[in-house]
């Protein structure tokens, strides 16, 4: 498994942050997609975690060292389904369509916003998925292969339904310790049917780009690898 730069990596997300507030400010039309700002700032969370979660495993070993990384994990895994969560803000353009109707036809704000929101959800996307690439490598190194492809399809279908219960029952991540009372009951409101079949494919959704964007990645390695050992046998 090719691990990843993170300083440079790191170096990349922050220009392409700073692009998509760019076009944000530029081709914003409504006030209404201010959220936007919002969820990108969350779908920072996880990776600054991630990323903490690598600094101290680099560490040598401390007093509270296990305990810290507990914490760091656990709050990742709060905050993870901000990320994908982007994703179903298309919902904004489909609801108020009626707004960007002229003549019969949708105007250009629509597709503004539209690709606004495209480039938004890319961003916050890839900030979840690097983020899980680099705990996957860390659990990977901790517990072997199989134990951490195990925690990518937990916490991608974990992710699910956050997005569910983000998005149908307005919960946020820190809901959970500011009004942990009223956690258990929302979740035994969601487990019906149609909210777990919308758990499922969101997970599946997750799960799908995430393996996708491993295997680009590890694709890539494996084929540079084979053919510098062909040249080398040349």
Not at 26 to 42: A, E, G, H, P, S
Not at 178 to 191: P, R, V
Request: with cysteine; glycine share 6%; charged share 15%.
């Amino acid at each position: 498994m090719k691990e990843l730069q993170h300083t440079k990596l790191t170096l990349f997300l922050v220009v392409l942050t700073l692009l998509n507030v760019i076009v944000y400010a530029i081709f914003r039309n409504k006030t209404y997609l201010d959220f936007l700002i919002w969820n990108l700032f969350l779908s920072w969370l996880p990776f600054i975690f991630s990323g903490s979660v690598l600094a101290v495993l680099r560490r040598k070993p401390f007093k509270l060292k296990t305990a810290l990384l507990v914490c760091l994990c656990v709050a990742w895994l709060l905050f993870f389904p901000n990320a994908p969560y982007v994703i179903s803000d298309f919902v904004h353009v489909t609801v108020l369509k009626s707004n960007y109707l002229e003549r019969g036809r949708l105007n250009f704000n629509y597709w503004y916003d539209f690709l606004v929101i495209y480039l938004f959800s890319w961003t916050c996307l890839l900030l979840g998925v690097v983020s899980t690439y680099q705990l996957h490598g860390a659990a990977r190194k901790r517990f072997g292969k199989i134990a951490a492809w195990l925690f990518v399809m937990f916490v991608s279908f974990l992710g699910g339904y956050g997005v569910l219960l983000g998005r149908e029952y307005r919960l946020n991540s820190w809901d959970v310790i500011a009004n942990g009372h009223i956690i258990a009951s929302i979740i035994k409101t969601s487990l019906y049917g149609r909210a777990i079949i919308f758990g499922l494919l969101f997970g599946l959704v997750i799960s799908i780009i995430y393996i996708t964007f491993y295997f680009f990645i590890n694709g890539a390695s494996l084929l540079q690898q084979r053919e510098t050992a062909e040249q080398e046998e040349t």
